[in-house]
């Protein structure tokens, strides 16, 4: 299965870069031509950075570590949490935070904050302060949850990152090379793709374009996650194999075939013999008998 297809990539009009004045001349290698002023953009060249930020993605998933979309731009903002909550990833998609990874000790008490807030509100404490300290809470809790609502699972630094549009995103490329964790970003013909581990040339203006790309980085953690339980299946079906196989001698006495006919247990024995003291007759020894 394709990754993605130069059809997609066209109808989405990834291949529209920005105006000619306006490019930065380290994007060289990936603009194909330039049309009525307007750069446009090599697919092919799109396609097969597409697969290897794909693969990326895939690997960095396999290790059990977690993969942080980056999109505060508003065309960007429904697609990064849309699709980060599809595949069960972090996000951020309002404001990127100063410190957001390379002073992660503080974030995290902020999150714990947002989590007692939440849980405030839930269990009814809020009934032991008054109007204006409730409202003041509520005011809090609204604005961590709008900046912090997309990591507040986030329990250490994220494995890779995906960026839509390094150029509004510097902070946090800056942030992601000095912690050293791996960037996948969508790169336009204004952008530096120097820096940038696995950079993907292509609109970062098209709303269509933005969820294209969005999609095919969420699709890399889905496909890896189906893979893994997969494989944790074909590995319980290898260990029922093996019992299978297993010596006659390990299996139960009570689960082994038994011919009715012929067959006569103790038990059997007992029952057919056991005999009422009082009345000669055969009795049911399992079952309890009331005296008159």
Not at 48 to 67: G, P
Not at 83 to 109: D, P, S
Not at 115 to 121: A, C, F, N, R
Request: aromatic residues 6%; charged residues 35%.
């Amino acid at each position: 299965m394709a990754v993605v297809t130069m059809k997609s990539l066209l109808e989405s009009g990834v291949h529209f870069g920005h105006q000619v004045k306006r490019w930065d001349p380290r994007m060289k290698k990936y603009i194909f031509a330039e049309r009525n002023g307007i750069h446009i953009i090599d697919l092919q060249k799109t396609v097969e950075a597409s697969k290897r930020a794909y693969s990326a993605v895939r690997d960095t998933v396999a290790k059990q570590k977690n993969v942080l979309f980056v999109g505060t731009k508003k065309q960007a903002q429904q697609a990064i949490e849309k699709e980060a909550e599809r595949c069960g990833q972090f996000y951020v998609n309002n404001r990127w935070l100063g410190g957001m990874l390379t002073n992660f000790t503080t974030i995290k008490k902020s999150l714990l904050r947002l989590k007692k807030l939440e849980k405030m509100e839930v269990d009814g404490s809020y009934e032991n302060y008054t109007k204006k300290e409730v409202a003041a809470f509520k005011k809090e809790c609204a604005k961590l949850q709008k900046n912090l609502g997309g990591i507040k699972e986030m329990k250490e630094l994220p494995g890779i990152l995906f960026i839509i549009d390094t150029r509004k995103e510097s902070i946090a490329v800056a942030e992601a090379r000095r912690m050293g964790i791996p960037i996948v970003a969508i790169v336009d013909t204004n952008c530096n793709p120097e820096g940038v581990d696995y950079p993907i040339p292509g609109n970062d203006d098209a709303i269509r374009a933005i969820t294209l790309f969005t999609q095919i980085i969420a699709n890399a953690v889905v496909d890896e996650d189906n893979e893994a339980g997969l494989r944790v299946i074909e590995n319980i079906g290898d260990g029922d194999e093996d019992f299978d196989g297993a010596d006659d001698a390990s299996i139960r006495e009570e689960d082994r075939e038994i011919d009715i006919e012929n067959y006569k247990s103790e038990d059997s024995t007992q029952q057919e013999t056991a005999v009422d003291e009082e009345d000669g007759l055969p009795i049911d020894v399992d079952k309890v008998y009331e005296k008159e």
